[in-house]
């Protein structure tokens, strides 16, 4: 039984209730949300928020009821991990034990439909503790990152012997991408933490996982949105 999850969080100080405001006509939370509700993968959705406009608006797509987020897990420090850790043992009050959780983050609205079931299959042929959205790094520390010592002078943040001269010999550095998670039931019950298991990338091109964390990501994201469905209207 798999489980679709989406934090929505009602505060934001970067862009004001980001995750309720109008994307080329629907609201930035229900692009994720039409993913989960229309993959025949995903058995159950929940949306963990502790805005009311929000809760009762995923409970009219037809999302579990769990309830308002608790108060600690609506602070601007409340961490991820926590926030699905609530959000798995609430569900599973009402469904039984889950075979695998998967969070997508709406703040990243231009993942493609087939991130799903990619992700999916990633994580039940390689038995990880988590899969993990990624992207390649657009910058890498063995190359072009640099960071100043005690006198203010810039050096490669993280130096081999001999030098790195060309992006193409640097050690290969991912982003982590915002957007889709897989994670084992019982790794995120046990663990406290992301990054305490085996966690595996599913790696997506760049332009498809944007977060939008600014007014000026909001924009990118508005016009990406746009030629993306120009795009297939023209198909």
């Not at 998670?181 to 019950?189: I, K, N």
């Amino acid at each position: 039984m798999i489980i679709g999850h989406i934090g929505a969080r009602a505060g934001s100080k970067g862009v004001p209730n980001k995750n309720f405001r109008m994307l080329h006509g629907k609201p930035l939370l229900d692009w994720s949300l039409d993913q989960l509700l229309n993959s025949d993968r995903v058995d159950h959705v929940v949306v963990s928020t502790d805005s009311v406009e929000m809760y009762e608006h995923s409970l009219k797509r037809g999302c579990l009821d769990i309830g308002l987020r608790p108060a600690e897990l609506a602070t601007d420090t409340a961490g991820k991990w926590d926030v699905w850790k609530h959000a798995l043992g609430e569900v599973e009050k009402q469904t039984g034990p889950a075979s695998a959780f998967l969070d997508l983050d709406c703040t990243s609205p231009l993942r493609p439909d087939n991130a799903i079931p990619e992700a999916l299959d990633l994580f039940f042929a390689q038995t990880p503790d988590m899969v993990m959205s990624c992207c390649e790094a657009r910058k890498n520390p063995y190359f072009n990152l640099v960071e100043p010592d005690e006198t203010g002078a810039l050096h490669v943040s993280k130096p081999l012997p001999g030098g790195v001269v060309a992006r193409q010999q640097a050690p290969a550095v991912y982003e982590h991408a915002a957007s889709t998670y897989v994670v084992a039931p019982d790794y995120l019950r046990r663990a406290s933490s992301l990054f305490e298991g085996r966690v595996i990338p599913y790696m997506m091109a760049p332009e498809t996982c944007v977060d939008i964390d600014s007014p000026f990501d909001f924009r990118l994201v508005d016009f990406l949105m746009g030629e993306k469905l120009n795009g297939q209207n023209d198909a």
